[in-house]
């Protein structure tokens, strides 16, 4: 098993020598991919076709999940299993989440700007991000509702000021204005 990873690294590596920063997001997702496998291969406590006492379930294929992150729109496969006691989802992973945090941040920055959605989406597709939705965007916006609420119910500190004012009359005193 650790021959077969090393290889699939070795092939990444060769991968991104070949293409540079613009197949990052191909090697992700192979890491990415590789990365779920062992978790599942964890949970499982056995290797895919390993027979084993401790053994509390079986792999039963994956599932294509679409993830926006800093790389790109990537297509995951997020492996099932079936048989077992506790449902298995990759840790990495937020369930029902499609946008990376720093994805939607960045959304709910350009939305604070007042970037339509439509703008939104075509700097996003700049980044290779595949499509965003106005429901993308109120979610994110809905990140900062909740920065927002503890910056207002913050403490405050007393503050000590001073306020300077001045004042400027006009004075006639029969040569002109002094």
């Known amino acids: 098993m650790q021959d077969h990873q090393d290889k699939i690294i070795t092939a990444l590596m060769e991968q991104l020598i070949e293409?540079?920063?613009?197949?990052?997001?191909a090697a992700f997702t192979a890491v990415f991919d590789l990365a779920m496998r062992t978790e599942r291969d964890q949970h499982l406590h056995a290797r895919p076709y390993e027979r084993s006492a401790e053994r509390c379930g079986y792999a039963n294929g994956y599932k294509p999940k679409k993830v926006d992150t800093r790389a790109g729109t990537l297509t995951l496969a997020i492996p099932k299993t079936r048989g077992c006691q506790e449902p298995f989802f990759p840790q990495s992973l937020e369930r029902g989440r499609r946008s990376s945090r720093a994805v939607m941040l960045a959304i709910a920055e350009m939305y604070v700007q007042g970037v339509s959605t439509r703008d939104a989406e075509k700097v996003m597709a700049e980044f290779?991000?595949?499509?965003?939705?106005?429901?993308?965007?109120?979610?994110?916006?809905?990140?900062?509702?909740?920065?927002?609420?503890?910056?207002?119910?913050?403490?405050?500190e007393p503050v000590r000021y001073l306020i300077v004012d001045a004042r400027y009359e006009k004075l006639r005193d029969g040569r002109g204005y002094a």
Do not use: Y
């Open 19 to 25: 293409t540079g920063p613009e197949g990052m997001a």
């Open 128 to 156: 290779g991000l595949e499509r965003l939705s106005s429901t993308q965007v109120s979610r994110a916006a809905a990140l900062l509702d909740d920065e927002l609420e503890a910056w207002r119910k913050r403490r405050l």
